[in-house]
């Protein structure tokens, strides 16, 4: 696993910073299982990153790094108010080498639709939120 030296400390007390959130392509997209249609824009995929990030009740990286010639792979498990969470993030690179796509996966499908109305309650009256569940969707 690759360790930036700096960001979260896991609960195996490893630092670990994505690399690739300061490094968005200004068109970035960012879509997963949790959100509805695909997110575009660096601020808007590092809003939502971000706010993710904040929702983990941990993140325990059984991998990070690259795979293929322009991608780069994490798998963590993780928690969400309690509820255990398994992630799978991928990252595609631009020719510039910066992370031009994210795709998510939360599962498993309880928590990953926990997780999407958390998600549409941080981003409530804002158009980020159209991208996550209503309390009252299924």
Partial sequence: MQ?????DVDR?????????LDNLADDATLEGAAMNG????????????VK??????HQDFSY???????????????SIHGEPLKVVVTVTRNAAGQAQHLAV???????MLLFSRLMHEKFAGTPVADHFLAEDES
């Fill in 105 to 111: 996966l939360h599962r498993p499908r309880n928590a």
């Fill in 38 to 49: 695909t997110a575009r824009g660096a601020e808007t995929v590092r809003s939502i990153v």
């Fill in 3 to 7: 360790n930036a030296g700096n960001g």
């Fill in 64 to 78: 990070a790094g690259d795979f293929g010639d322009d991608g780069f792979l994490e798998i963590y498990d993780s």
């Fill in 52 to 57: 993710a990030r904040e929702l983990y009740g």
């Fill in 12 to 20: 195996q007390g490893l630092s670990y910073y994505p690399w690739w």
